[in-house]
């Protein structure tokens, strides 16, 4: 009974907070702007986390007044607070986030500051216990991985907050799974109170969610939710040392964290931060290939909520069963996501094997700057230079390098070609400081990519318009003036612009 009073206390605490947030928003703070990467059409406020967040609290804060929360079974005084003063630091940070903004570093410091904080006190995972499969100690690890459980709930579900009702239904299954473990499988209050609570402050912004929205929940609501679930959890398991608690809400969560996974491959593929926006999450493709909003909603939910279904009924029979259908369900998941059009294995693989070569090749081109320099530095005759300058070319993987004066006619002895030919080249002129226009003219292997070739130019390029030139290389500069029969503009600082 006092479990549904606390989810009836906070559902009604949200319900009337949110149209004053939603009045409140009207003075231009706490909005979300209608840009490229958004979905939504029109200015909408994204504070219904401080519905959420006060709903919990002065749902649970009533109860531990008269006394209710105190119970057999229920966590001790230490343990609410050091979760409540967590979870109110990652509200507090988001809220100030979706106020005025606050950069990648110190949102990822405070998930890790509060995720310490709780882990330290409560949620080591000492022991994973895979039923029948064995068990494993974690040792030295169980804070590592008690923290590394909090702040992958908390991004998993704030990357998946793009689409009404999203991120608040994928948090309304997996707190209801919570409860429901907490209730039937375990028979301890440990958890439900604070999920029942989370339930019925999410079921009342839910009411002004659901698609068209009214109201977002912003970082605020997103990290604070992520935080209680993670937090839940690890609760459960420091009561049962079972891994049914994240079993369940790792089947909730799928979705997110398929998406999560996504973009992590997807931003290293094309070597940008993990915490750059983009517009290529699950829900954003599935829009761009033609489903409705709410349909698309409603699909994903589907598909999580079916599986953490399927995963529950399968603890009956054992934590290793639960885990068997968890991976086939998962698996499955993203064959469907696939045959959708939104998730490619073999294009995040291929993605990955590619930034892996690119950084390789990006290594590599350093080097031989660095090498070039070197060499140039020292060249003293016109000679040295174009020795210097043909052997970084041949390492480059260029195929031709010719210095062209006035007429369109090579210089001799100022041609040079690897001997090898493609199908596929780049071909630039750039211009030296002479008055008759003459240039070097280079033609660079294309085949593997015209990225790959592009930069390749511009090490050849940098190196020929480096200042080491002017100052090493006066003799050279009047001795090809002089071999070309023009006379050097003086007014021109660099060898080679």
Known sequence: MTAFVASGVSFLVAIALIPLLIRA???????????????????????????IALGSFLSLGVLA????????????????????????????????????????????????LAAGGFAVWAGRVTVLDFGALGSIETGWFALALGVLWLVGVV??????????????????????????ESWLHIGSSEGLLPALALLGALAGFLVFNRPPARIFMGDCGSQFLGFAIGAA???LYGTTRTLEPFILVGSALTIPLIDTAMAIVRRLASRRSVFSADREHIHHLMLDNGWRHRTATLVLLAISAGLTMLVAVSLLAGVEWALLAWSIGAVSAAGLLRLMGVFS?????????????????????LRLYEAGRHTLRRANTTEDWWRAVTMIASELGF????VVGDGEASHHGHTWESGVSTGRH????????????????AVV????????????????ARLLDGYDLIDNLPVYIEKLSSELGVVRDKSVDDPVA
Not at 81 to 101: E, K, N, P, S, W
Not at 157 to 175: E, V
Not at 428 to 437: K, M
């Open 399 to 402: 195929l031709e390098l010719v």
């Open 445 to 460: 292997d294309a085949e593997t990519s015209i990225e790959s070739a592009a930069r390749r130019l511009t090490v050849l």
């Open 65 to 112: 007044l008269w006394g209710w929360a105190f119970g057999p079974g229920v966590p001790s005084y230490a343990s609410k607070v050091i979760l409540g003063t967590c979870a109110a630091l990652l509200f507090g940070f988001g809220l100030l986030d979706d106020l005025r903004g606050v950069s990648v570093k110190v949102k990822l410091g405070a998930q890790l």
């Open 25 to 51: 928003a009207r003075s231009g703070r706490g909005v979300d702007v209608p840009d490229a990467r958004r979905v939504h059409i029109r200015t909408m406020p994204r504070t219904g986390g401080v519905a």
């Open 233 to 235: 959890a690890l609760t």
């Open 345 to 365: 294995f073999r294009g995040a693989l291929h993605g990955l094997i590619k930034a892996r070569r690119v950084e390789q090749e990006i290594r590599r081109e």
């Open 426 to 441: 780049l071909l630039v002129e750039i211009p030296l400081g002479l008055r008759n226009g003459s240039r070097l003219r």
């Open 155 to 180: 991004n998993s579900l704030n990357l998946t907050d793009g689409l009404d009702g999203l991120a608040g239904g994928h948090a309304f299954i997996a707190l209801s799974a919570l409860a429901l």
